[in-house]
């Protein structure tokens, strides 16, 4: 296990399971990973931990050192984006990388370690079995859609209606009225 490097980044793209749809795309994704990793050497508080059999990377995770609350002062070692090889896992590596964490959060006198899941449920079962509980949903959403959505919404309060409430309140009685009517 060994802390990932900007040479990595083409095997961490595969390993994340890279959405490109060609190799032009996937030279990109590359390129800007080898960017975010030699950005990421430079952090004390973050890194991104790998862990490697057979000389080829397995099993990645994301750990950064931060407070639990905005307005908290005690801190927190949180850990996200665990990810294993469906072919190496149930090998120990998850649990290695989750050691890990633990060690450095032991070696910062750090007394919480949080952890971050996609939704999986093989990786949340994983968690719980090593006693972390939920704590938070985190959703995500891209800023394009999110302006759009709020400007819709904001539209509506604006006019005054709720045309939502108004479809919902006359479905209810032109379903009294037939059940009056049967």
């Not at 939704?119 to 891209?142: K, P």
Request: aromatic share 4%.
């Amino acid at each position: 296990m060994r802390e990932a490097t900007p040479q990595d980044a083409a095997e961490l793209v595969d390993l994340y399971g890279s959405p490109a749809a060609n190799d032009a795309a996937f030279a990109t994704e590359v390129r800007d990973a080898e960017l975010a990793l030699t950005n990421l050497t430079t952090q004390t508080d973050e890194q991104l931990l790998v862990v490697e059999c057979g000389g080829r990377i397995v099993a990645a995770m994301h750990v950064r050192r931060g407070t639990i609350t905005p307005l908290s002062a005690e801190s927190a070692v949180h850990t996200s984006f665990l990810v294993v090889a469906p072919q190496h896992r149930r090998h120990g590596y998850a649990h290695l990388l989750m050691e890990a964490a633990v060690t450095w959060a032991e070696e910062k006198d750090i007394p919480c370690v949080t952890a971050t899941t996609d939704g999986d449920r093989e990786t949340n079962r994983f968690f719980a079995r090593l006693g972390l509980a939920g704590a938070a949903t985190v959703r995500h959403a891209g800023t394009v859609a999110l302006r759009k959505k709020l400007s819709a919404d904001r539209s509506r309060v604006a006019v005054g209606t709720n045309r939502h409430m108004v479809e919902v309140l006359a479905q209810r009685r032109s379903l009294r009225r037939r059940q009056a009517q049967a």
